[in-house]
Each structure stands twice: as C-alpha cells, then as structure tokens.
C-alpha cells in the first residue's frame, strides 16, 4: 500500500468507538506508516485488532502515556471527551469536556508544539476546538473541528427525498455551530442539477416539508442515539479521517470545517464557515446565502458567544483581551 506520509499520526480516544473507528479509517485510507492510538484506558486492544487486520508497511503503537503519545506527533485527531447520552445536548457536555480541551491545549503545547494539524470532535465541539486552540498557542489554521457531518446529513436527506445517489445532491452546506442552533443553507443546493429553490414550495416539495427537514437536520445527532441506542461514530470518525487526509496532502475536504473565525462580522469564535481545508491548514471565507440564511448563522453565532462567554464565567478560559498572553496567534 502506498501512505501519503510517515509522520506521526496520533488518535486521543482510540480505546473508543470512535477512536478504534478512526484508527481502521486511517489504516485503510493508507494515511501514514506512523499510528500512534492513545487513551487513559488502554487502547492496546484497539492496535491488536489493527495488527491482526494485516495493515502491510505500518507501525501501529498504543499508551496510555501522553508524554510518549504525544512526542514527534504530526497530527491528531480526538475524540477524548464524554459522548453525548440520549436526551442530552451538545451544551450539556460544556464544563466537563472544555476542560478536558484545556488539558488536551496544554499538552501540545508542552508535548508537541510542532505539531502540523489538530482535528476536534468531541462535544460541543466549537467550543472544545476553542480551547484547543487557545491553550495549544497553535495558528487558527491548525485547529479544526468537524462541522462536515451536519452538511452530509443535509445531503443524505435531500438523496432519500428525491431518490437519487447522494453524489447528485450538490451544494450542500451548514454553517455556524455544531448543533441545534446551526444555519442549513439551502440556497445553493442542486438536486441532480436541479436547483432546490425552484422545488420547495411546490407540490413536490411543499414548504413546510423543507422546514420539517431542515430541523431534522439540526437534530440528525439526536436521532442516531434513539436509532442505535448510542450516539454516532462511524460518521464522524470517517469524516475526520477525511480531514486530516486533506492536510496530509490527500484529497481536499468536501464539507465545511469548524475554523477559528475573528472578522468584522464575528469575532473570537470557532464555528463552521466556507472553508478550504488542505495541506497549508484551513482558511475561510464569509457564507453566501439569503438574508434568512444569514440572519440564521448571525443567530448561530450569538448561541456560540453565550457559550463562550460561559467559559469565561466558569474560570475555563480568560476574557478575551487575556486570550493573546496565552496564544499570541490570537
């Protein structure tokens, strides 16, 4: 098998389902010869099941040491937070896993600081990714977070509703926050060239019924955890392999990214924009949609803030003004 690089590849969590997950993505997309899978729990089982899938030409180790995880690492992605329950929201995990981001920061900083690219998963992940970032005194480029599997939601949707491949749903896309308060942008959506605009509103495709799915859209989390009982790890493991392949020098990344934004529309946040994520790191650009479609991601943004600006209240993170004594990059 040919790898797009020998550098270090870490994965934070691989002991669970999403980690042990992203581990056989990375293995079978031939990412790197390097997989270093670390966890408090021993993620030895996770690199036995690896070793015995007969990967050819690849180092596969496993600690529960993050001095040793972490040292020479290139790139990483986590998942090392608390999962998501039924009947929970993103938001309720806030405290407990913005902390664990704090000390996730920390240990690039001391452990790895050249490190090339960070990809956040686990919930609330805007916020997560924040303090990541912050704590790590990475570049905004280096710190992403998955926002690409409410877009795939989307585009799944649409695929079920029309009968077509999901390939012939384009133009999806949300932005904002990773959750219920995010911005589904349909206005540039194409169903097999079609233009979804010209759809809704007709007997085909009444109004009500795009309303209905774009909130079952905001909701697709929630109702994986009522269909299977736990929440999603085949899709975000897949999608944020995918993420890091696109740094790695793979194939670019086909759905927004969470990104660190400050410009004069918003400031000081982490959340999904129109971004191109690729081996020089992520960079973005403002959303173009309809007026609605905008007054929904300036709503998103303002739900953001008041997390934020909860971490402030909660000690997990400074004011703002504190934030460049800590990473200059911001």
């Given amino acids: 098998m040919q790898y797009l690089t020998n550098e270090k590849l870490v994965i934070v969590g691989a002991a669970g389902m999403i980690g042990s997950n992203m581990a056989q993505c990375a293995l ?14 021993s993620p030895e089982g996770v690199a036995e099941e690896m070793r015995q899938s007969g990967f050819d030409g690849v180092n596969i180790t496993a600690t529960t040491d993050v001095a040793e995880a972490f040292k020479d690492a290139k790139y990483i992605i986590s998942s090392g937070g608390a ?4 009947g929970m929201t993103r ?17 690039i900083k ?9 990809v956040i998963i686990f919930n609330p992940a805007d916020l997560t990714g924040l303090v990541t970032l912050l704590y790590s005194g990475l570049k905004p480029g280096q710190v992403t977070t998955l926002a690409g599997l409410d877009s795939t939601r989307l585009q799944s949707a649409l ?32 169903i097999a ?14 109004a009500e019924e795009w309303e209905q799915m774009k909130k079952d859209v905001t909701q697709g989390g929630a109702a994986i955890i009522k269909l299977r009982g736990r929440s999603s790890f085949q899709s975000p493991s897949y999608l944020s392999v995918e993420m890091i392949r696109s740094v790695m020098g793979g194939e670019a990344f086909r759905f927004p990214s969470g ?13 999904a924009m129109d971004t191109v994520l690729d ?12 007026e609605e479609e905008i007054a929904k991601l300036d709503a998103s943004y303002a739900h953001l803030c008041k997390m934020r600006d909860e971490l402030v209240t909660l000690g997990i993170v400074p004011a703002i003004e504190e934030w460049s004594k800590i990473n200059p990059n911001l």
Avoid: W
Avoid at 28 to 41: A, K, P, Q, R, S
Avoid at 259 to 271: A, P
Avoid at 279 to 290: A, E, F, H, R
């Fill in 83 to 86: 999962p998501r329950k039924e």
């Fill in 159 to 190: 695929a079920k509703k029309f009968g077509v491949m999901q390939n012939e749903v384009t133009g999806c896309a949300t932005y904002g926050g990773h959750g219920e308060q995010m911005a589904v942008f349909g206005s540039a959506v194409k």
């Fill in 110 to 118: 001391t452990y790895c600081p050249d490190v090339k690219h960070v």
């Fill in 259 to 271: 990104t660190y934004v400050s410009n004069e529309r918003y400031n000081h946040i982490m959340m």
């Fill in 279 to 290: 081996q020089n790191g992520c960079s973005y650009k403002m959303p173009v949609g309809t």
């Fill in 193 to 206: 060239g079609r233009k979804l605009t010209d759809i809704i509103g007709t007997e085909e495709f009444p």
């Fill in 28 to 41: 079978m997309m031939g990412l790197t010869t390097n997989l270093c899978l670390y966890d408090v729990f």
């Fill in 91 to 107: 938001e309720d995990l806030l405290a407990g896993n913005c902390k664990i981001a704090e000390e996730l920061g920390k240990n």
